[in-house]
C-alpha cells in the first residue's frame, strides 16, 4: 500500500527530534544545530514533486512512496559476504557500508592519508571543519540534501595532507541488501585533498539483493586545494532494485584538476546530483557520464558546473544508451559569473535510443554573464547510424553483433578516459556482454 | 556465378533500376561505365542487400543461390564484396578487430575453425604489403578521418583479406592519383583467378588500362543499353556519353 507525501515528510521531521537527542552525547553542538537548520529547511521543501522544476522528468517522490515501507527493517536479511561483491583485483584503501553502516575499512593508511568516521569525531575534530563541513552542500534548496544533512549518522571524513600523492586509490563501497521498501539515508562523505596533493577515489554503489527495492542518499562534499589533482570515479553499475539519490559538490581552488566520472548502468531511478564550483584561476574539470538503462529504470544526471573565476576550463561530456521502455534525463548548468573572464567552457551531451519506448529528455543551461568566454553546448538523441550496421553487416558480421560493436565503441569512448586499468576493464567487460546482446 | 535477370529496383517510390540483365562467370572482369546518377551504385548496392532500396521485379542468383533472399552478412559470408564508393566512417571500431571478427564469421559460415591471433596477424601482414596500406591506418578506427584515397585503399585491403568470390568496386578509381591508382590496379590484378570474379564501376576509362576487363556494360538510365569488349571504354572515353544517348534515342 502507498503512502503519501505528507505522511512520508511526517515520518522523517517526526522522528528527527527523538533522532538527535537519542545522538546528544556524541556530537557537538554545531552539528546539532547544523541538523536544526537541515531538517527546517526539508520541512520546508517537502519532497520533491514533478511541479518542482528540478524533479519535473524524474517522478522519484512518487517512486519512494510507492516502494517504501516506513517499518521495514534496516538489518541485513542475508549476511552478506561483502568480498565477493567487491571489483575485483581492484586495490586501495577500501571502506564498505553495508546497509548505511560501516562494515570494514583498511588498516594501515600510508602517510597523508588520514580517514575517520564523519559521526565519531570530537569535539574538537569538529571545530577543525568548521569552514567545510556542510558548507558546500545544496541542502536549501534540495530535499534529498536536506534529509542526509540532518540525518546523517555514518560517513567518512577523508583527509589527504598537503604535498603528497595517494597512489592506490580510496575505494567506498555503498552496498544494501536489505528488505523491501528499507531506507537507508544519510550516508555523508567529506573528501579534502590538501594542497599539490594527488589522489583517486572511487564510490561503488551495488544493491546485493536486487528484487528488493531500497532507497540510498548519500552525500559528499569535496574540497580540492591549489595544485590538486583528483581522479574521481562513481559505479552505479548492479543497483536494480535500487533508489538512489546522490549529492555530490566539489569545490575547485586555482590549478586544481579534477577528473570526475560516472558511470550507471542499473537501477529503479538514479539521480545524480554533480555540482563543481570553480573558485580559483586555471582549474581544469572534466566532467564525463555514461549511463545505459533499459527495462523500465531512470537514470537522471543533473550536472552544475560554476565558474567563478577567470582562466578555468571545464569541459564535460555524457554519454547515454537507452533501452526498452528506461528514461534518461540530462540536465546541464553552465554558470559564468561576471569575474570568470577567459573560461573555456563546453559541455556535450550524445544519446542513442535503442526502442520506441525508451525517451530521453536533455536541457544544457548556460547562463553566462562574463563577455570574453569561450563556452559551448551540444545535445544530440538519435538512432544507431544504420549505413554503418551496413557497412559491418556487408563485411559478414552479424546485426547483432554489428550494433554491439557500434554500441560498445560509442560507450567505451568515456570508459577509455579512465585511468584506473584495473577499473577500466571492469566496467568495460560489464557492459559489452549486455551492449552484445541488445535485440533492437 | 551471377546472373541477374530483368531487376528492377526503386527508392523512395523512384524507380531507379529499370530492368538490368547480366552474366558474370568465374574468372571474368566486367566493367560497368556510364554517367553520374544512371544507377551504377544503385545496382552495387542492391546486390550487396542495402535494404533502403525495393526489389520491385526480377531475379539475382548468385552461385546458384537467391541473392536477394539472403541478409547481407549472409551475402558477404557466401562471397560477395562491396567496395563502398562512400565507405563509412565508424569511430572507436577497430579496424584490426573489426576484420578479424569479419574473417571469423566467414570462416565460420564455410565450417572453417576461427584464425588464431598470430595467423590472422601474417595474414594482414601480407595483405598490407600488396595493397601498400599503412600499418598506422590499421591502428586508427575504421576509416575514422581517412583521406579519401586512404578509404578506398582500405577497401581494396579489405577485399585482399576476405578474399570474396566476387567483388564489386564502385569508383574505387575516384579519387586516386596515379600512383595509388596503380597499387589498386595491382592489388585487383593479383587476386585474380579462375574462381573468382570483379565487377568495376567507373564512369572514367583509366583504371581500365591497369585492369583489363573481359567485357564492358554502359549503364543508362538504369538500363544496359550496350555491351562490348574493352575497346567498348576507349570508344567511350572519345565519344562521351552523349553518343550513347543519341544512339539509344535511335533504337528506342
Ligand atoms: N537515397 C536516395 N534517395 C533518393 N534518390 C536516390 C537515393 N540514392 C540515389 N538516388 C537517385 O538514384 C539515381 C541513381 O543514383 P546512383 O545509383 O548513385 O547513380 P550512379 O552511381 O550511377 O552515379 C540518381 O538519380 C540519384 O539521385
Ligand atoms: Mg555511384
Known sequence: MSITERELRDYFTGRFESFNQGLNGNQSLEIKELRQKAIGAFAKQGFPLTKNEEYKYTPLTKALLKSLKLDAPVNSETIPTCKQHLIPELEGHMLVYLNGKLAYRSEDLPEGLEIEQLDRLDQTQISELKNHLATLSNYQSDAFAALNTAFFQSGSLIKIAANITIDKPIIIYHFSDGQSGTIYTQTRHLIMVGKNSRATLVEVNKNLNPEHQTFYNVASEVFLEEDTQLHYYKTQTECSGSIIVDNTNINQKDRSHLYCTTVTTSGTIIRNNLNVTINGEYCESYINGLYLVNGKDHIDNHTTVDHRIANSYSNELYKGIIDDAATGVFNGKIFVQPDAQKTNAFQSNKNLLLSDKASMNTKPQLEIWADDVKCSHGATTGQIDGEQVFYLRSRGLDEQQAKGLLLYAFATELLDRISLPVLKDYLKESISDRLYSCES | ?252
Not at chain 2, 33 to 55: C, E, F, I, Q, W
Not at chain 2, 69 to 83: I, K, N, Q, S, Y
Open chain 2, 1 to 252: 556465378m551471377l546472373i541477374i535477370d530483368n531487376l528492377k529496383a526503386s527508392i523512395e517510390e523512384k524507380q531507379i533500376l529499370k530492368g538490368i540483365n547480366l552474366q558474370i562467370k568465374a574468372g571474368e572482369v566486367h566493367a560497368i561505365m556510364g554517367p553520374n546518377g544512371s544507377g551504377k551504385s544503385t545496382l552495387a548496392s542492391v546486390l550487396a542487400g542495402r535494404d533502403s532500396y525495393d526489389v520491385s521485379d526480377g531475379s539475382v542468383s548468385f552461385l546458384g543461390k537467391d541473392l536477394l533472399d539472403m541478409t547481407p552478412e549472409l551475402r558477404a559470408r557466401e562471397g560477395l564484396f562491396l567496395a563502398f564508393q562512400y565507405p563509412i566512417e565508424i569511430p572507436g571500431v577497430s579496424s584490426t578487430n573489426f576484420l578479424k571478427a569479419a574473417v571469423n564469421k566467414i570462416r565460420e559460415h564455410r565450417g572453417q575453425d576461427a584464425m588464431d591471433a598470430v595467423t590472422f596477424l601474417k595474414l594482414i601482414k601480407e595483405k598490407m604489403k600488396l595493397v601498400e596500406i599503412d600499418q598506422s591506418l590499421l591502428s586508427r578506427s575504421l576509416n575514422d578521418g581517412f583521406s579519401g584515397g586512404e578509404k578506398k585503399r582500405n577497401e581494396i585491403f579489405q577485399m585482399a583479406v576476405l578474399e570474396p568470390r566476387l567483388a564489386i568496386l564502385d569508383e574505387t578509381d575516384s579519387g586516386l592519383d596515379i600512383d595509388a591508382l596503380r597499387i589498386v590496379a595491382n592489388g585487383v590484378n593479383t587476386l585474380r583467378n579462375k574462381d573468382n570474379a570483379t565487377v568495376i564501376v567507373t564512369h572514367y576509362q583509366r583504371l581500365l588500362d591497369y585492369i583489363i576487363p573481359d567485357f564492358v556494360h554502359v549503364l543508362y538510365d538504369g538500363k544496359i543499353v550496350k555491351s562490348g569488349t574493352k575497346e567498348l571504354a576507349l570508344e567511350l572515353e572519345e565519344k562521351g556519353y552523349d553518343w550513347i544517348r543519341e544512339d539509344e534515342q535511335v533504337t528506342s
